[in-house]
């Protein structure tokens, strides 16, 4: 009978240790678990790139030269038919460009270029030419790619107007845009092209 006591003590003693080392493990791994280190996160695939814009300008002697312009302006909304028709036919009159490669001694606040060039546009109904003189004093300044932009005064001296155009070969052609300095708001005015002389 004391020998059976004694054994199933043995089996108690032994069930007892099996609780606490089984709760000890559980315990353990619950904690190795918190304190182990999150992976660290795929990296993902590399994004295709985009073509990058261009950036390069060209040398502003590759410009520079004398030009005969053609101007082709749109009449706006409002403006009478024969008003157009007679604005156009001055512009396309008495249309010459010079640019120079040479900088000007005073760049124009506000432009995006700090690489601005002098030049000389004489457009019909829309340039003032200083007496004794060709045309009117102007800017322009290569932009990305094959570019440039010409900047002059209006005529009324209350907006700019701007040349935004390309080159193509020997001849530039582009778009004409009239930009208001009190409000700045600006509208395509037309279109021009411009073939080199000299």
């Known amino acids: 009978m004391t020998g059976k006591r004694l054994n199933s003590r043995k089996v108690e003693e032994l069930k007892g240790r ?3 080392l089984s709760t000890a493990l559980l315990l353990a791994a619950c904690a190795s ?3 182990r280190q999150p992976a660290a996160p795929q990296p993902e695939p590399p994004a295709t790139a985009a073509a990058p814009a261009p950036t390069a300008t060209f040398a502003p002697s590759a410009a520079a030269g004398s030009y005969v312009m053609r101007a082709i302006i749109e009449g706006r909304e409002g403006q009478g038919r024969r008003q157009g ?18 900088p000007l001694a005073a760049p124009l606040p506000g432009v995006p ?5 002098a030049a000389t546009i004489a457009m019909a109904g829309y340039t ?3 007496r004794g003189r060709v045309g009117q004093a102007a800017a322009w300044w290569p932009i990305p790619g094959d570019s440039l932009v010409i900047q002059f005064q209006s005529a009324r001296g209350n907006a700019v107007i701007q040349l935004r155009g390309a080159r193509q070969g020997p001849a530039l052609r582009g778009d004409i845009w009239y930009i208001s300095e009190p409000t700045g708001t600006s509208f395509q005015l037309g279109t021009f092209t411009a073939t080199r002389t000299r």
């Open 128 to 130: 003032r030419a200083p």
């Open 18 to 20: 099996v609780v606490v």
């Open 33 to 35: 678990r918190s304190t």
């Open 85 to 102: 028709q007679r604005r156009r036919a001055a512009a396309g009159e008495g249309t010459a460009l010079r640019l120079e490669a040479i």
């Open 113 to 117: 270029s700090a690489s601005q060039f």
